[in-house]
């Protein structure tokens, strides 16, 4: 229980100062949590709280999902999509001109360099609100022919209140793909932001007020997932749930939304594999795997994890792997210089987590290239929660580093003859998040996309998303897409009119 | 023969010429008779610069209010089409213009919407002033421009072509390609918003544009080029000429280097665009001509809300409308309780100075419009239909007609036949459904159809079966961006808005890759 004040005055390691909303967002105003809870935040670059934010409990969802049905039912079902589109549009603008305080904000709180990270992360954020600004007065139904005695139409309502829960390795990006299509549907949502990245959300919630959003239309909350989290996709006037995140929270999350039978759309994990032909272009193949597992430091649920190479170039794929990385990857402060392409873990608890996995690997025999360790042997980022850019290899498929998501810089490295091989090894994981291939051949390519189980391939690149093209995955990584039009459709529910014309009995 | 007419109407210049070697500035101040002041361009708009007509040739635009010169603007002939083709031609093959992230192409849209909106009191009153209409009409004609720029804008990275599943032996797909270059040509009854239906798909699907005005109202588009360029688009994407249909239009319709002409005015005109197209180089064609739509009010409507949508059906911007209710059809019952009330709801019309803020119907656009108005005047009483009200004009200084209604009127008749594009309706009475769908449907146009009934099978019934393009139920003009608009019939080909328009501005390729 503490009081905390309406906003922390923050300066950060630019120079930039400013003041740093502590409340639950609800109504368009910021509140403190009933039972004045709070959660710390750190900043993992050198393990030193930032500051404190209310955390929401569960009268706390209670009251914003309330807020969220009130707006629903009295304005925003009311708003026209062009209206919905403009404040979109609005929204959108004013986060590009706040681009290098929301980039500062996010660079401190998750550990993303600044120039090479965080700042192009506003720029998706800015983007997708843009893009689904303009799908809100194109979302129609249909005509359909059946006979002379009946007109028959489709609408494509919105649900009502939608709980949105997003995780902590791209803030902001997370927050516009989760909002942009649930707002230009017509819905109204209470979002959770991850505990480990609370401020950024919170400081764009001025900018939701300044574009003229109606109060209780987005309600953004601080909270713990198994708190507010859990609150969220049992509550009863929560329509539908969307969660990004880990395959075993998503499972709970499933089995929670069944309480009100709340659609569920979940983005989950992922152990996606990268295969590189004998024929690929071996220095592009090089430079996107790279980008692939060591963007982000890894904390990306598309990335390469597991890179499948053929035979013949193998150990040179290898070598060249680590050159890119020294020459390329460079680890620092995420203030540090322009440079700097890799930062800390989000947490102390990831870093953990990924140097046990480490750990594990070489106990089961899997043979490290280059990497491996905490960063320790320089003082300043010993202090932060930095990992090594690592590349094991001679991995196999019995292997935990084989089959675990680590969220982290490591590579697997497995080396294939044929083809088959190749499709068999890609297939062989719970997880069917994404994939990608490197080759010349446009039929092998295609042959061979076919043939992977993935929600998204990529040819002739790695991690290569964009907004408007459909994102999720198949089997363990997750249920239905975001992104594109299809993430439109997931939050809209279609209801079939029948207007009898002259049927009589 | 349009030119021909203007030279010979009386005009009264009353501003002082500000060139003295017959040469025109490209820019003029203008004081609108509200009080604004600003800079008119004159030249026409090519490669996002204003430039003199090569020949140097120049025309009068009146304000139809007070048949007073406003100013002149160059006039293009042949050579400036081709000048501005060239450029077009060049942004399209030579810049990334259509290859690019049609994000960009979007964004520069929202541009172009925001800054239509910050000028919306110098535009709507240039509108007003060229245009002749009701202010506060014009002021509802820049909202909507802006709400279209905006909708399209949306569209831009939103044009999918389908993958093809034909099995696993080949990878089909097909892409939704923009044509080229894009000649249009707009009507002077709506300027702004005309510019506005034709600019926004187009360049939204990455195609550049050479559109001419019409020659009674070419000062907005103008006005609004600045706004283009501040907008961000590059140059060569939006071309505009302004000239006379004989010249620029007939360069454009036949031009080869043109892929694509669009055309909103008369069937007539659209008959020989049309022709134009075919003998040149077959460039595609879509046309949104004329019409005499039937406005149906059923003895079970509410008769208030009917007599006041069959009053803006046709006096909104007197009448000069494509889709202007112009033919009345009332349900006998009622007809003559609805004819009382039409006829005092159309005498209470106010018609005057479009910058008083309470008129609602300014003025006629132009002498020719008034001269053809008024001589289907004469027709109907020669043929013998029943003055209502009106069916004279109102003083002598200005191109301002009468609201009119003729009754007993036989269907045959010329005034029920043809389109007079003024305030200048017919009204009869009918029996059942079956017989006014026919009356209705009795007409090679097909443009709109309005149904005022409070029943709502006989409005889905009657809705299905008349041959127009939009049926409206309750209502009248009643346009949004997302609703398809076009014609049926000798209405037109093609529809413009909705998800419809971008058809009009796009080609398919489809590719199809052996994979086993």
Redesign the interface.
């Known amino acids: 229980m503490t009081e905390l004040p309406e906003f922390h005055e923050l300066t950060l390691p630019n120079g930039f100062s400013y003041k740093q909303p502590t409340g639950l967002f609800i109504n368009n105003k910021f509140v403190p949590s009933i039972k004045k809870e709070t959660i710390d935040t750190i900043d993992p670059s050198n393990g030193e709280k930032i500051c404190s934010v209310y955390a929401a409990s569960e009268e706390d969802v209670d009251v914003a999902v309330k807020a969220a049905k009130d707006a629903f039912k009295t304005t925003w079902r009311h708003t026209s ?2 209206d919905r ?2 404040l979109l ?1 609005k929204l959108s603008e004013l986060c590009e001109r706040d681009t290098d305080k929301l980039a500062a904000i996010e660079a401190i709180d998750s550990g993303k360099p600044f120039e090479q990270n965080a700042k192009g992360d506003i720029g998706e954020l800015y ?1 997708v609100l ?2 689904y ?6 979302v ?1 139904g249909q005509t359909i022919p059946v006979d002379d005695n009946k ?1 028959a139409y489709t609408v494509h309502e919105p649900y009502g209140v939608c709980g949105q829960i997003i995780p902590w390795n791209y803030p902001l990006c997370m927050l516009s793909w989760k909002i942009g299509p649930a707002l230009a549907a017509g819905n109204t949502i209470v979002l959770k932001s991850a505990e480990q990245t609370p401020l950024s959300a919170l400081y764009l919630c001025n900018l939701v007020v300044e574009a003229g959003f109606p109060a209780g239309v987005v309600n953004i909350i601080s909270g713990l997932g198994p708190v507010a989290g859990s609150a969220l996709s049992t509550h009863p006037l929560v329509s539908k749930i969307a969660f990004t995140g880990s395959t075993a929270v998503g499972q709970i999350i499933q089995k929670a939304a069944s309480s009100n039978m709340k659609a569920v759309t979940l983005e989950t994990g992922g152990k996606s594999p990268l295969v590189i032909f004998e024929d690929a272009n071996l220095e592009q193949a090089v430079k996107w795997a790279a980008f692939g597992i060591f963007f982000n430091s890894g904390q990306v649920c598309t990335s390469n994890s597991r890179v499948l190479i053929q035979e013949p170039i193998y150990m040179k794929f290898i070598e060249k792997l680590k050159e890119c990385i020294d020459s390329d990857y460079k680890q620092g402060l995420p203030f540090g210089d322009d440079t700097v392409m890799v930062g800390p873990q989000v947490s102390k608890q990831q870093q953990d987590r990924i140097l046990k996995y480490i750990e594990i690997g070489k106990k089961e025999g899997a043979k490290v290239f280059t990497g491996g360790y905490k960063v320790t042997d320089d003082e300043v980022l010993a202090k932060g929660y930095f990992v090594k850019p690592t590349i094991f290899y001679d991995v196999t498929p019995e292997m935990t580093i084989f089959k675990e998501e680590i969220f982290g810089p490591v590579v697997s490295c497995i080396p294939f003859k044929t083809e088959e091989e190749a499709i068999e090894l890609a297939n062989d994981t719970l997880y069917g998040l994404a994939a990608a291939l490197f080759s010349k051949d ?2 092998r390519a ?2 061979v996309a ?1 043939e992977l189980e993935a929600g998204m391939v990529w040819i002739n690149s790695s991690n290569d998303s964009d907004f ?1 093209v459909p994102f999720g995955g198949v089997k363990m990584s997750g249920i239905g897409r975001e992104l594109g ?1 299809y993430g439109l459709t997931n939050y809209t529910q279609t209801k079939a009119y029948h ?1 009898n ?2 049927l009589k009995l | 023969m349009l030119r021909t007419s203007i030279c010979l109407k009386k005009s009264i210049p009353s501003l002082v010429r500000f060139y003295s070697t017959n040469k025109l500035p490209l820019s003029v101040p203008i004081t609108l008779p509200n009080g604004i002041k600003y800079d008119q361009p004159t030249g026409l708009f090519i490669n996002n610069e204003f430039v003199p007509s090569r020949q140097g040739k120049t025309f009068e635009v009146i304000s139809p209010s007070t048949e007073e010169e406003i100013t002149h603007v160059y006039e293009a002939r042949e050579d400036d089409v081709n000048i501005a083709v060239e450029a077009a031609t060049h942004a399209f093959e030579n810049t990334d213009w259509a290859t690019q992230d049609p ?1 960009i192409r ?2 520069l849209l ?1 541009n172009l919407a925001e800054l239509v909106e910050e000028h919306q009191d110098v535009l709507a009153s240039i509108e007003s002033l060229d245009n002749g209409k009701a202010l506060q009409l014009a002021k509802g004609d820049v909202g909507l421009v802006a ?1 279209y720029i ?2 399209c ?6 044009v ?1 072509g389908k993958l093809i599943e034909t099995g ?1 032996t080949h ?1 089909s797909y097909s892409r939704r390609e923009p044509l080229g270059v894009c000649g249009q040509i707009i009507p002077w009854n709506f300027p702004l918003l005309m510019w506005s239906w034709k600019i926004a798909p187009a360049l939204a699907t990455g195609n550049t544009c050479v559109l001419k005005t019409a020659e009674s109202t070419p000062l907005s588009a103008l006005y609004a080029s600045k706004l283009v360029k501040e907008a961000g688009f590059p140059r060569g994407v939006l071309n505009i000429v302004s000239g006379f249909g004989g010249t620029v239009g007939a360069a454009i319709a036949s031009h080869p280097k043109i892929k694509k002409v669009a055309f909103t005015g008369s069937t007539r005109t659209g008959r020989t665009i049309m022709k134009a197209a075919a003998e040149s180089n077959l460039k595609k064609i879509t046309l949104e001509l004329g019409g005499k739509s039937p406005n149906i009010v059923f003895a079970d409507a509410d008769i208030n809300k009917a007599v006041q949508n069959i009053i803006l059906g046709i006096y909104y911007n007197s009448g000069e409308v494509c889709c202007a209710g112009s033919r009345i059809y009332v349900q006998e019952s009622i007809y003559d309780k609805v004819l009382e009330a039409f006829k005092t709801q159309a005498e209470a019309v106010k018609v005057g100075d479009p910058f008083d803020l309470e008129t609602f119907q300014g003025a006629q656009t132009s002498q020719q419009q008034l001269d053809k108005i008024l001589s289907y005047i004469d027709i109907g009483k020669e043929e013998g239909a029943k003055v209502v009200t009106g069916g004279s004009r109102i003083g002598d200084k200005g191109y301002f007609i009468k609201p009119t209604i003729f009754a007993d009127v036989k269907e045959d008749m010329r005034i029920v036949k043809e389109e007079i594009f003024g305030p200048v309706v017919t009204i009869t009475k009918f029996k059942d459904v079956d017989e006014v769908i026919k009356l209705a449907n009795d007409s090679e146009y097909g443009l709109a159809a309005g149904i005022h009934t409070s029943d ?2 006989k409005a ?2 009657v809705s299905h079966k008349i041959k127009a393009g939009t049926v409206w139920v309750n209502t009248y003009n009643d346009f949004h ?2 609703v398809p608009f076009g014609g049926f019939g000798q209405s037109g080909i093609g529809r413009e808005m909705g ?1 419809e328009a971008l058809d009009n501005y796009t080609q398919i390729k489809a590719v199809r ?4």
């Open positions: 999509g062009s589109g403009r549009v983007n843009r893009y600004g303009g799908w809100a007065d194109k129609h007109l446009i039929t295609h042959k076919r408007r039009e207007v014309l002259g | 994000a979007g964004k929202y709400a905006r909708s804008a949306g569209w831009a990275d939103k999918y696993s990878f709502i099978n889905i019934d961006s997302q998800a890759i052996k994979i086993y």
